[in-house]
Structure formats: C-alpha cells, structure tokens
C-alpha cells in the first residue's frame, strides 16, 4: 500500500508556482463517445469544447445537433486535428476535445443514502492504475453498482485517463473519496452492510458467500492486495476460485468477476425457476 501522496508547490520569486490547469490527465476528455457523454450528462463541467474543422463531413448532423444543444454558453472552437493532437498529447481524439472541471464526487454519506435495496458498493482500496481504475468503473456501471467509494491513499482518482478507459461510465456512477477506508467499513457494517474482501488468503470462495442482500466488495491494490486496517475491517474474506497455474486475475478482471458473481447470485435467488435455497452460503 502506498502512502499518502504529498502534493508539492514550487515557489518562483516568492511567489507559488500552481500547476496548469489544463494537464493532459487532469482537464482534458477526448474522443467522439465520451466528449458526447460528458455533454449529454451534464454532471462533469465542460468549460472549453474543440471540434475538429473537417469534422462536419465524418460526423451525423444529429451528433453536432447534439454537442450544440449541451453547449448552450459558449460556441465549440473549429481547429485543425493537428492542434487538437497538440492539446491533449494523443491523435486518439476522434476530433473531440473537452477541457473540463474539477471531478463531481458525491459525499459518501449521500451515496449510501440514495442506494437502492438490496444496496451494492464497490470499494477500492489502493488502486494506482487509472486505467484499472476506469475499467473496474465500467464493470461496476455494467453489474449496477450503487456507488464506488474510493481512498485518498494511494488510490488514483478520476481523470481523463479513467474516464476514457471507464467507457464513459465516470458520468453515471456515484463516485465519493474517502479518507479512512476502515471508518467507512464500519459505517457500512453498522448499516447492516455485508462487506466482503477479496485476497487469495481468504478462507472462501467468493460462490460459497451470501452476496444477495446489503453487500460491498472491497478490491485492493494492484501489487499488495487489501492494506492490513482494511483487512481486518471487513466482516469476511473471499477469494475467486481458479483452476489453472497462475496465482491470480489482476484487479480490473477481479472486480469484474465478483460483481458479475453477485448479480448472478441476485437474479438466480428470485428466478424464472423460483427462489432458490441460499442455505448453504456463508454468512458471516
């Protein structure tokens, strides 16, 4: 697990030096489906929108129709997919550029508030790879997620690189930061929250758990797995069960398997067949 990330100021003739608010990770969204999905939603700030100039010749009228239609304050800026390449650092853009605001995160006591019954978190502890990050998202906005919570150490936050691996989920999910993952545990499990681990030294196999009512799974970090707090805060650990000779999935592939495991738990227990005996899983 690693530490918490200093930020640090470089002063310039007694004066602080800020970074530049337009950083290629931090400001900048690109490419034709998520630049649209961040205008239809209207959730993440778009205060700069750069169209390629040959743009109207590949794109649908209805597409443009809708760029404006989501831009009501200011005219998108026609520019060369040259200078558009220079913006964002990638020639991966589609002839879409966005600058954008700080991330909305949700506070964490909303997200549990408006979760739906039976409730369903996912939470990410010391996850560094953005574009672990934004393919965990996608899975949790495929398998309907309530919320993702994420830490502050160590743990990446939404930027472009995550937004664009996420498929545009960053604009559909509730997403909070915390800072004490283990307080936050504790919270859920006061709230009657299964919160269930995930590690190869877990007792057991993520099919033999109960995951059909209140349940939040915790995926930890790419190298190092759950930091030790988190560990001992859930209330049990799970592992996937394998067959073959590697040691384990990565975390992005993970994640997708025990989300995907809980709906399939979900749906089977209330089925076209009926409800199904749920007996024999564990329930700690």
């Known amino acids: 697990m690693v530490g918490r990330t200093r930020q640090t100021k470089t002063k310039t003739a007694g004066k602080t030096k800020k970074p530049l608010l337009a950083s290629h990770q931090r400001s900048w969204l690109w490419g034709k489906n998520l630049v649209l999905e961040t205008l239809a939603s209207g959730r993440w700030p778009v205060h ?16 443009l129709a809708q760029v404006r239609a989501h831009t009501p304050k200011f005219k998108p800026t026609r520019s060369s997919r040259t200078r558009i390449a220079q913006l964002c650092g990638t020639q991966d853009h589609q002839g879409y550029l966005a600058r954008v605001g700080a991330y909305p995160y949700v506070e964490p006591g909303a997200l549990r508030t408006r979760a739906r019954t039976p409730a ?24 309907g997620v309530d919320g993702v919570f994420l830490g502050t150490q160590g743990c990446a936050g939404v930027n472009s690189l995550a937004a664009r691996a996420s498929a545009g989920a960053v604009n559909r999910l509730a997403i909070a930061r915390v800072d004490s993952l283990p307080e936050l545990i504790a919270e859920l499990r006061r709230d009657a929250v299964r919160v269930v681990g995930t590690g190869l030294e877990a007792d057991y196999a993520l099919d033999a758990c109960d995951l ?5 799974l915790v995926i930890g970090n790419e190298g190092t797995g759950l930091s030790p707090d988190v560990r001992t805060a859930c209330n049990m650990l799970a592992k996937i069960p394998q067959d073959g000779g590697l040691n384990s999935l990565n975390a992005a592939a993970a994640a997708a398997v025990c989300l995907y495991e809980t709906l399939r738990q979900r749906r089977q227990d209330v089925s076209v067949w009926g409800v199904t005996s749920i007996s024999s899983r564990v329930m700690p």
């Open 48 to 63: 700069e929108l750069y169209l390629a100039d040959d743009l109207g010749a590949d794109a649908a009228a209805s597409e």
């Open 212 to 216: 059909g009512g209140p349940t939040a």
């Open 120 to 143: 369903l978190f996912l939470i990410l502890d010391g996850v560094q790879d953005p574009f672990n990050l934004g393919a965990m998202l996608r899975s949790a906005e495929v398998f």
